[in-house]
């Protein structure tokens, strides 16, 4: 017997999918030989194990129930079908109805969303508490109009917004408040998060997924398509990439290397605060991951980077991976410097660092013998190795 899980997810499946116009309602139209809803489902199923309520549309109980069996494996008691209604907000009503009585914790994902990976399922998971709802969201990265027909009315500065996706998880009795006052006073959100925050709850933001899209239209259900084949054709191994650095010394202040401040050691010169080991593991991860490189996402094009230190870095870079779908596996980096004497602070160092990337950090340090412009102390040179994972 599996112990009874406190976290619920409700994925809701009951709408019509007029946009896509798949000749069924969308949950049941293929992707490939699975439908959207259980290609939903393998992802929640492959998440930590909570109560799963599917809302289906009136009429398709049983196949839901099919794709659900199917789907749930061993965890088939944790697994049922309710009957959704004419609006979202009305499904995710009735899925609230068929919680358990120990659930304290409420996930509510789109089954439109199939290809979500199982990691943000997780994430979104772990970062609800009992006062705040979760959100993972991904920039925006188009240039967008603010438009009135056919004129164009305003730029608006895309720093400011990000695209919602789900699942998104709430302390269960707020939820239930919440959509009890927007019952009462008979407004219709667009999705939960809105919900909730209208009833005056906080929501914090967590990185989404590229692969968390919504399929709408039949040119997103090619997009699935596509994205299926290519990992069917190379299976989810894990990459490997390496980055490596130069700086010399110069400047003022502190130096500031694998994310620590050594105070009374000469600073290495740099855009930012020349961290040469935060940037050899930058590039080390982006190149695991076939993201680009250091200077495409953080180069002098970026003024907000200036001074920055490794955790901005480092933190933005474990974003940029977590929303291409890659986690970090390990990082090893090695610098060859005359100073500072790094083994007295290793530990340190590699837990800071750790701590950064939510992975193993090692660092390693050699001189290199008195040759080269590591030997006559101009400067500090850095490799890093990086594994990433698909997931
Ligand atoms: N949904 C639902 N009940 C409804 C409407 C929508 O459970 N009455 C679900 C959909 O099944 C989907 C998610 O909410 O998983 C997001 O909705 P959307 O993408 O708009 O799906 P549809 O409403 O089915 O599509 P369309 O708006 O094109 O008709
Ligand atoms: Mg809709």
Known sequence: MLPVPHTAIIVVAAGSGTRLAGGAPKAFVGIDARSIL?????????????????VAPSGF?????????????????????????????????????????????????????????????????????????????????????????????????RAELAAAQTPQGFPRALLESA?????????????????????????QRIPGSERGFKITTQS??????????????????????IGTDVHAFGGEGNLWLAGLEWPG????????????????????????????????HFGTVHPEYAGAHASVFLARTREILA???FAIGNVSAQFQGNRPKFSPRRAE??????????????????TT??????????????TAIAMVVPV
């Open 38 to 54: 259980r290609h939903a489902l393998d992802g929640v199923f492959a998440a930590a194990p909570m109560q799963v309520v599917v």
């Open 265 to 296: 050691e000469q600073p290495l010169s740099g855009h930012s605060d020349g961290d040469a080991v935060a940037h050899a593991i930058v590039d080390a991860l982006l190149g695991a991951a076939g993201l680009g490189d250091i200077g495409e």
């Open 220 to 241: 997103d259900l090619e997009r699935a398509r596509h994205l299926l084949a290519a990992s069917a054709a190379a299976p989810a191994l894990p990459r490997v990439g």
């Open 369 to 382: 013998d008195g040759l080269g412009f590591t030997g006559r102390g101009e400067g500090i040179s850095v």
């Open 61 to 157: 109980e049983g196949q839901a129930e099919s794709d659900l069996r199917a789907a749930a494996g061993d965890r088939a008691d944790l697994a049922r079908v309710v009957t959704g209604g004419a609006t979202r907000q009305e499904s995710v009503k009735a899925g609230i109805t068929a919680l358990w009585g120990d659930i304290d914790t409420v996930l509510v994902h789109d089954a439109a969303r199939a290809l979500t990976p199982p990691a943000v399922i997780d994430a979104v998971f772990d970062a609800v508490d009992d006062a705040t709802g979760v959100l993972p969201m991904l920039p925006v990265v188009d240039t967008l109009k603010r438009v009135d027909g056919e004129a164009i009315v305003a730029a608006v500065d």
């Open 179 to 203: 959509y009890a006052a927007a019952g009462e006073a008979g407004v219709e959100y667009t999705d939960d998060a809105a919900l909730f925050a209208a009833a005056g709850h906080p929501v």
């Open 349 to 366: 160092a590699q837990a800071v660092l750790t701590q950064i990337l939510g992975a193993p950090v090692s660092v390693t340090a050699t």
């Open 323 to 325: 929303e291409n779908g």
